[in-house]
């Protein structure tokens, strides 16, 4: 706005809401935690020429990109508006795993799923994913895109064949059978699964995530999210059975309402509550 000054070496916070009319220190616009831009001009009466401008990929909930306070590159930070940047140091890309996949889904586009084993975050640019090893880049992570760790440590792929965006791939997954492929930036492989013939509507994937052990999740399909085993089909996790006193193997639990409110076993887990 006129009259607006930033003081040497100071900071202005610039807020991005697209839910709200654009204002004096609001662009009236958001973005997108996929990937987006952002460009700089400067104001019209001296030329509008571009300043700066910024290209990111896949964000890390909770986390920012700021600039390093000596080289000035674009780096992964903490947190701090109007505060100087805070490097987050980050993980080895070896601790990322392919994890769990659909390639025959009764609706909607194939998937499959990335998951960190670390504790730190993790670095995808440049790496690259594929359903051939002998044609390991069909698709490449854009600069300054990230993997979070615990529960921000997954990371779904549409595998559409379009390509499109950074989280989606420019491949699809065969029902029949066949491999994908994760690698680094030279070509040489961080992970690698090899599945046979799909069941229509059940995915694979590691159990426990990131294990070597693979299982058919059948009813329970999580991209984005953990792992979960259902032994005896009812749509309950094994994992929520038990840490509810439930027995995993015991048909018939997820229609009791234990505690009398109204809500079934099963509707309570759709739902998240107790």
Do not use: C
Not at 5 to 16: D, R, S, Y
Not at 145 to 170: K, T
Request: glycine share 12%; net charge negative; aromatic share 10%.
């Amino acid at each position: 706005p006129e009259g607006a000054v930033l003081e040497p070496f100071g900071f202005a916070q610039i807020w991005l809401d697209g839910s709200t009319i654009p204002g004096d220190f609001n662009t009236g616009f958001g973005l997108k935690s996929g990937g987006d831009q952002i460009w700089l001009f400067d104001a019209l009466s001296r030329g509008g020429a571009l300043l700066d401008a910024i290209e990111f990929g896949i964000q890390i909930p909770g986390y920012t990109l700021g600039r390093h306070a000596e080289t000035f590159e674009w780096i992964l930070t903490e947190t701090s508006p109007s505060q100087p940047n805070s490097l987050v140091n980050l993980g080895n890309m070896a601790s990322i795993r392919i994890n769990e996949w659909m390639a025959n889904p009764q609706s909607g586009s194939d998937w499959f799923e990335l998951f960190n084993t670390g504790e730190l975050p993790v670095a995808l640019a440049g790496l690259q994913i594929s359903d051939d090893p002998a044609d390991p880049s069909k698709k490449l992570f854009p600069p300054l895109s990230f993997l979070g760790s615990g529960v921000a440590a997954y990371l779904a792929i549409d595998a559409d064949g379009n390509g499109g965006g950074s989280r989606d791939a420019n491949f699809k997954l065969s029902a029949s059978g066949e491999t994908i492929l994760l690698s680094d930036a030279q070509g040489k492989a961080i992970d690698q699964v090899d599945f046979g013939l799909q069941t229509e509507g059940v995915s694979q994937g590691r159990w426990p995530d990131g294990a070597s052990e693979i299982f058919d999740f059948v009813l329970s399909d999580s991209p984005g999210r953990m792992n979960e085993l259902d032994a005896d089909l009812d749509g309950l996790p094994d994992l929520w059975e038990l840490e509810f006193g439930f027995n995993p193997s015991a048909i018939g639990e997820a229609f009791l309402d234990i505690d009398s409110d109204g809500l079934s076993n099963y509707q309570e887990y759709q739902a998240d509550t107790h």
